[in-house]
């Protein structure tokens, strides 16, 4: 009903910048909160940041508060998250969730929560 897929990633020297998006594609309408999560090797998988439909609540991982910042625009059904101060621990595939629902202000940090998800998109920090 809704597909999801991640652009943006690559390689970024430590210390630089990296903007992400996630575009929305079928029945984004019926889409309310928005994330990102992250999963590195020989990890589980992360929390990284999420957004009301309404733009209004916003959460972020611990690891990431003050480098990250999560935004949405609903006219074009697409999320971005633009990364800042990058270091090699923030090196994972990046990976973008949807919920299916109407609650414009409703959001969760937990990846349970979540109905649609892309295929995710690499990011690799170098030292």
């Known amino acids: 009903q809704v597909r999801l897929v991640e652009s943006g990633g690559g390689l970024v020297q430590a210390g630089g910048s990296l903007r992400l998006s996630c575009a929305a594609s079928?029945?984004?309408?019926?889409?309310?909160?928005m994330g990102w999560f992250r999963q590195a090797p020989a990890k589980e998988r992360e929390f990284v940041a999420a957004i009301s439909r309404s733009g209004d609540n916003i959460y972020y991982g611990d690891s990431v508060k003050g480098r990250f910042t999560i935004s949405r625009d609903n006219g074009k059904n697409t999320l971005y998250l633009q990364l800042n101060s990058v270091t090699p621990e923030d090196t994972a595939v990046y990976l973008c969730a949807a919920r299916e629902g109407l609650n414009s202000r409703y959001t969760s940090t937990h990846f349970q929560d979540y109905d649609y998800w892309g295929q995710g998109t690499q990011v690799t920090v170098s030292s």
């Open positions: 079928g029945r984004a309408f019926l889409i309310d909160a």
